[in-house]
């Protein structure tokens, strides 16, 4: 079963309470491509970046099995990049500097030994770059999942409406699950999205854990209670990298198999977190993850 995954590859500068860095490999879909890599074999990444990246980077994901054939590089331009400064509490964060750079102009090219993935995720990026990329596919995907965030529903929310109706799963914040349904309550809000196309919905709440809404069904995954949150940053998209490499995994497309697919999202996550950038997850091993995912299993289990 393979997975394409098309996000930002990036730089990222970040600060947080507790400390900051310089520019740092980050972006959605390297947080994606790492986490789902961890659990899944077949996993290829359509995204572009300037030759000022960090390219050894792009040699790890090779060697976890990434397969880069769709990394456009694009030559005396410069990459992506973000600069965020969290808040104390380390939940909020202001968005400082945004260089879109490459991506500005970034057009979706799809290798063809990829255009009939199995499953897709489509990382946060414009709604135009996810819909043209679903449209280049040859066939229709077993399942698709997205990201967004506030920015797209601001400036974008007629291509938002029509890439919602082609998608299965969508994952988002619970500020921004309100702001797209235009109402308060998350149960109410997930009825009135899952009427805008996804059939499953996933409200992602942060430390508090994470909602999963199918057809008449709510399941819930709570976050790992961490005694150190040192970044934050990507943490949504190891979330979602864990929850799409389970399924590519597993084959399904059953809100059974979802279930524990938000588990492993939220286990995934918890490392994430753990230090700056892509620099926890670059670390771990399976048995880390079953590790932590026996955590969970006593977290959640009476
Ligand atoms: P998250 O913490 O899960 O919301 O994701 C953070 C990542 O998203 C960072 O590594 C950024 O490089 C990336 N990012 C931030 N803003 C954008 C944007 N407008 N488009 C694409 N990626 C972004």
């Known amino acids: 079963m393979s997975l394409l995954i098309i996000g930002s590859v990036a730089f990222d500068a970040i600060e947080?309470?507790?400390?900051?860095?310089?520019?740092i490999v980050g972006g959605a879909a390297s947080f994606i491509s790492l986490a789902s890599s961890m659990l899944h074999n077949q996993v290829g990444l359509v995204a572009v970046v300037g030759d000022d990246f960090d390219f050894d980077f792009i040699d790890r994901l090779k060697a976890r099995g990434v397969n880069t054939d769709g990394l456009q590089v694009k030559h005396g331009e410069?990459?992506?990049?973000w600069h965020g400064k969290y808040h104390l509490?380390?939940?909020?964060?202001?968005?400082?500097v945004t260089e879109l750079n490459v991506l500005g102009t970034f057009d979706p090219i799809v290798p063809d030994n990829w255009k009939s993935p199995d499953y897709v995720m489509l990382g946060n990026l414009s709604p135009?770059?996810?819909l043209k990329t679903l449209e280049r596919l040859e066939q229709r995907p077993?399942?698709?999942?997205?990201?967004t965030m506030n920015f797209w529903m601001d400036i974008a929310m007629d291509d938002l409406r029509k890439v919602l109706q082609k998608v299965d799963v969508l994952a988002i914040n619970d500020e921004e699950a309100r702001q797209l349904s235009k109402e308060h309550s998350l149960v109410k809000a997930a009825r009135i999205i899952q009427e805008m196309g996804p059939k499953t919905l996933i409200i992602k709440k942060g430390e508090h854990g994470a909602l999963l809404f199918g057809e008449g069904q709510i399941f819930f995954c709570p976050a790992m209670p961490l005694e150190d949150v040192f970044d934050p940053t990507g943490a949504g998209d190891t979330f979602a990298g864990g929850f799409?490499?389970?399924?590519?995994k597993t084959g399904s497309n059953r809100f059974d198999d979802m279930k524990k697919a938000l588990v492993y999202g939220s286990c995934l996550a918890s490392f994430c977190v753990e230090k700056f950038g892509?620099?926890?997850?670059?670390?771990?091993t399976m048995q880390d993850v079953d590790a932590r995912l026996d955590d969970f299993d006593r977290l959640i289990r009476f």
Do not use: C, H, W
């Open 16 to 23: 947080t309470p507790f400390g900051s860095t310089g520019k």
């Open 78 to 81: 410069k990459s992506f990049f």
């Open 89 to 96: 509490d380390m939940n909020s964060r202001d968005t400082l």
């Open 128 to 130: 135009e770059v996810q």
């Open 142 to 147: 077993k399942l698709v999942m997205m990201d």
């Open 244 to 248: 799409i490499g389970y399924m590519a």
């Open 278 to 284: 892509t620099t926890r997850l670059e670390e771990i």
